[in-house]
């Protein structure tokens, strides 16, 4: 693979990748008329709730978002793609829009960093992650406790499904792959081997892969029963740009994880965590002020590459990330000792 320019600015300093979609989405209290759009409403199930649809009914929306953490200093944008699977879509009957979901998302972003770089033309470039979400249906568990070695779906199903989004995202013109908030180390592995097929097949240039799991409480481990070692093993093969955790945890419950990932990972690290734990009305109440406080910790102990928000996080989350990681250097690869 060809050096990506992303590897100069890791070399330089920490970056930011961008916060929220799905909160920053729930502010804007959208009706059921607002998800369908012209292009959906004829459609025979709810479609309120299905955030991705907005990349196609209500790009302006997404747009802004993106805006909004560029603005906020942002290195990184995700597009709005966690769920643009045929699989995921399925629950819509809208496993059909799969592919186009991820190009119109791909666009949004576009648009708002073209717009940035209107704004700002000596800034740094941008970089658009095409994001791929962990599904909602998993290899490695079963949906039925009576029938342990019961699955809903298979290996070559879900690589399928990401194989098409991988497509999307590739043809939209996304710059980095992420496979993010992986509970089911198998459904990453499908992930994996499904963007590796694409680009042998496309002959097209490989985009780098960022990965990104999710410790799902104080044990340390994943959904799945994996260590964060484990973790880390089972997906190395992939020679990911960088490996990360995002999701699930607040910055303080995330710290020890990121420690030691940081004493694992022979790439580059990343770390988005929400803004705090969900309180009694699944809202997140971490401020600004207290979240970038335990990162800017991080960022001095040398733990980090990559670092934003997950749930819960704002624009205004990314600025003061962004402020209190600044003066701090990356974390320096380690140096590889031949056996």
Known sequence: MKSHPINDL??????????????????YKLSEEDFRGEAFKDSKKDLRGN???????????????????????????????????SIAQADYELSHIAYDLNIAAVQCAKDAVAEYMKENPDSEPKFI?????????????????NNPGYRTVTFD?????YYEQISGLSDGGADLLLIETIFDTLNAKAAIYAIRKYFRESGKEELPIMISGTITD???RTLSGQTLEAFYISVMHARPLSVGLNCALGAKEMRPHIQELSGLAACYTSAYPNAGLPNAFGEYDETP?????IIEEWAKEGFLNIVGGCCG????HIRHIKEAVEKFKPRPLPELVEA
């Not at 990184?76 to 769920?83: A, C, G, V």
């Not at 199903?157 to 499904?161: I, L, N, R, S, T």
């Not at 996080?313 to 205004?316: D, I, K, L, Q």
């Open 289 to 293: 002020d207290v979240t970038s406080h």
């Open 129 to 145: 992650a095409g994001a791929i979400g962990p599904l909602n249906k998993t290899l490695s568990l079963s949906p039925d406790v």
């Open 218 to 220: 104080a044990s340390g």
């Open 10 to 27: 890791l070399k330089k300093r920490i970056l930011i990748i961008d916060g929220a979609m799905g909160t920053q989405i729930q502010g």
């Open 313 to 316: 996080t704002t624009p205004e």
């Open 51 to 85: 955030n991705d649809l907005l990349s196609i009914t209500r790009p302006d929306i997404i747009k802004g978002i993106h805006k909004g953490y560029l603005d906020a200093g942002a290195d990184i944008i995700e597009t709005n793609t966690f769920s643009s699977t």
């Open 157 to 161: 199903e879900v690589a399928a499904a």
